[in-house]
């Protein structure tokens, strides 16, 4: 690529390395350009050409303006902003150079009809890609026309779905710029996508082919399911091949006036169960896949046509669901309503809403199954609160598979009269998995995998799995699956977002800054999760983190093992004046929030936990029906005095497994020479943990476990449930993992619900 900001650029002057100014989509076809990968010719108007034009007409202040007070889960909302953000765009006057150079390009390029695409600079990359979020202009010709398209496509950065999208992802709007390439149109006569690898099961040794008659955007936006053909890329051999009918194709309206560019063509009878394309093409298709993974050296999504017996490729991105391991499971025995194709596996239960088209999907809200002919990216805030997604047409790559492996939500595809069979507030399961859909809300048993905290979402236990959080961002997401409430809700990740040592803020009378803003940490968990409990345990950071705050250094000693030292309960005896502002907060949330409950961490001796108990209670914090005080136990002498911990009036207790371990053996886990030795499973370790549990059954108590050892090791969680252990909290990975051993283990006990 030549030095300089340039408007427009040929497709065989770009690489990959040329993302910033050519986008995703132009970086690639300047990548297969260069590698002698068949791509129809064409040139990019750069994405320095779009900031100039937003610069020379000013109006990124008065786009910024309409933007910040929108409320993106408002979709009415949103979409009549993003309207009049469009349309100050479409309306203003294009730089007359950058015209003048798109036009000149056009003309060297041979005019003719033209597809002129969009490539967001933050699209199609590893970790952020949403299919079809900007405009796609085709069969566009004429000089004007084309310089108009262009426009279009910029303005298209503003879809209400990529406004949604970017809020989402935390980009900044006016640092996502937009190219556009302007490429000889091909007007297929088969056109499909290809994955380099099996998109619903990760398996990299396949290549899968889907096709469909006709031009592309029918296949892309799920309006036609195409035939499905799979490729052994060991031997390069056929090893599947699924032929759909098809009754109409998408052509080029040759008749012009104001009618849209293409328009549907009813295929004749004897054409509409044939094969899409032959077997040759079928391996062509699948040598130019495996050369395209090569050349990037990681899996790839392509789009491909086929034009007067040539085969091209039209773009190509890398594949943003890939998953390292899985297990789908045994099919469930029970009544199908309805079936079509595996599009994103896992097992989800909720009620239907059926959605006619984007204008409805409020009516979809958490935890609601989206059923609808097909999705585009305007369905896409409906999807992300949705558990599971139906469709009545699309392959395992349209719009609703892409997506749904993205959110990592079931998802079947192509089941024809879906939105007919399937009534409005219907409760139904969806098996992705399978590409099933059953009646009611059903369980399905099967071994324990890495995916079980997939597709395990409907197994009852007696035994409560809670989950361990840290991060407010992650709140929303954990809620909506089958857990009973957090048992472990650290303060550390709040207080480091907040970036101050307490004790520094109040010394410049800002405590009530961060009684407020731990306040608001702590809420978005327990708005969440209500009336499912949260037990936020109190701050446990050591001195060296606690230096590591701002003003930190003034106020916390050095010591050679933080891990021993000035830490939990002590430092609340010591410092009551700070533990306050932390009580404080709680009790804030408690003025909305009922289900938030506190655990005292690092408790060293008795005394300590009946003096922190006491300060609690004068803050104003004292036990009720509705407010429980749990203890952690870390630290061996809570397990020799167990009762008399008890005894000075907690609720329940949860084993940190991780401290006990190391203090009971003598080992620093941290310490690579000692791993073998830092095992939860060890005898001492094992007896503690017995007598804990059974004590606080004895007492009445309610106990819980919230270190690693129940997300690693299944026998030591079935011990637990054999003791008789109330509750076990966990990382959000495990859930459906940990949710299957306990069933497995109350139903050899008898005690299963």
Known sequence: MQSGPKTVVWFSEVTKQDIPLVGGKGANLGEMTNAQIPVPPGFIVTAQAYFDFLNKTRLMDKIRALLEPVDINDSRQLQHVAARVRQIIEHALMPAETRQEIIEAYRKMGGGLVAVRSSATAEDLPDASFAGQQRTFLNVQGEAEVATAVQGCWASLFEARAIFYRVQQKFDHFKVGIAVPVQKMVQSNASGVMFTLEPVTSDRSKIVIEAIFGLGEAIVGGEVTPDMYIVNKEDMAIQLKKVSHQEWQLVRNVTGGDRE??????????????????????????????????????????????????????????????????DDGPEITAPVLISGASASPGLASGTVKVIADPSEIDKVKEG????????????????????????????????????????????????????????????????????????????????TSPMASVILETIKTRTRVYVNLAQPELAEKVAAHNVDGVGLLRAEFMVGQIGEHPRYMMEQNRGDEFVRRLAQGISIFTSNFAPRPVVYRTTDFKTNEYRDLKGGEKYEAKEENPMLGYRGASRYIAEPDVFRLELEAIKKVREKYKNLWVMIPFVRTVEEMRRSKEIMEAAGLKRSPDFKLWMMVEVPSNVFLMEKFLEVGVDGISIGSNDLTQLTLGVDRDNEMLQEAFDERDEAVMLALEKVVKTAKKMGVTSSICGQAPSVYPELTERLVEWGITSVSISPDMIGTTREIIHKAEKRLGIAP
């Open 261 to 326: 560019t293409n328009i549907k063509e009813s295929l004749p009878a004897s054409r509409q169960n044939e094969q899409k394309i032959d077997d040759e093409d079928i391996i062509h298709l699948a040598n130019l896949a495996r050369q395209i993974e090569d050349h990037y050296n990681f899996p790839q999504d392509i789009e491909w046509a086929k034009e007067d017996g040539r085969l091209y490729i039209l773009q190509t991105r890398p594949v943003t669901t890939i998953k390292e391991t899985y």
């Open 368 to 447: 609601d199954i989206l059923v609808t002919v097909m999705t585009t990216p305007d369905f896409v805030p409906a999807m992300k609160r949705a558990v599971a997604i139906v469709t009545n047409r699309g392959g395992r790559t349209s719009h609703a598979a892409i997506v749904s492996r993205e959110l990592g939500i079931p998802c079947v595809v192509g089941a024809e009269r879906a939105t007919v069979i399937l009534k409005t507030g219907q409760v139904i399961t969806v098996d992705g998995s399978h590409g099933k859909v059953y009646d009611g809300k059903v369980a399905r048993r099967i071994a």
